[in-house]
């Protein structure tokens, strides 16, 4: 497996994947953009996440989640800047994440 460089490059090998819905953040859930379905942090779960920095401006940075719930057999992304660019609520719903699986 080769090493994916850009968002764009990692995006689209995750769509091939299967990871089709792309999740908007909405209060403190998870809102697909495709379908109507919305997510609660205990109804998905975090497969894989990637870190991507800019190449000359910090403020470029973001993080993209590969998100997956058994519970509606959907699978999807979430893309969330990083560091300053971070989305206070994304950090929220991915912190109460990390605790259930602790």
């Given at each position: 497996?080769h090493?994916?460089?850009?968002?764009?490059?990692?995006?689209?090998?995750?769509?091939?994947?299967?990871?089709?819905?792309?999740?908007?953040?909405?209060?403190?859930?998870?809102?697909?953009?495709?379908?109507?379905?919305?997510?609660?942090?205990?109804?998905?779960?975090?497969?894989?996440?990637?870190?991507?920095?800019?190449?000359?401006?910090?403020?470029?940075?973001?993080?993209?989640?590969?998100?997956?719930?058994?519970?509606?057999?959907?699978?999807?992304?979430?893309?969330?800047?990083?560091?300053?660019?971070?989305d206070?609520?994304?950090?929220?719903?991915?912190?109460?994440?990390?605790?259930?699986?602790?």
């Amino acid at each position: 497996m080769h090493t994916l460089l850009t968002l764009s490059e990692t995006l689209a090998q995750l769509k091939a994947e299967g990871y089709t819905e792309d999740f908007n953040l909405k209060g403190d859930y998870l809102a697909g953009q495709r379908s109507a379905i919305q997510l609660s942090p205990h109804e998905f779960v975090v497969d894989q996440h990637f870190r991507f920095e800019g190449p000359s401006d910090p403020a470029d940075s973001a993080v993209l989640y590969a998100i997956s719930s058994a519970r509606f057999n959907l699978k999807g992304t979430l893309v969330n800047g990083y560091g300053v660019s971070s989305d206070e609520t994304a950090d929220l719903i991915i912190r109460a994440i990390r605790e259930q699986t602790a």
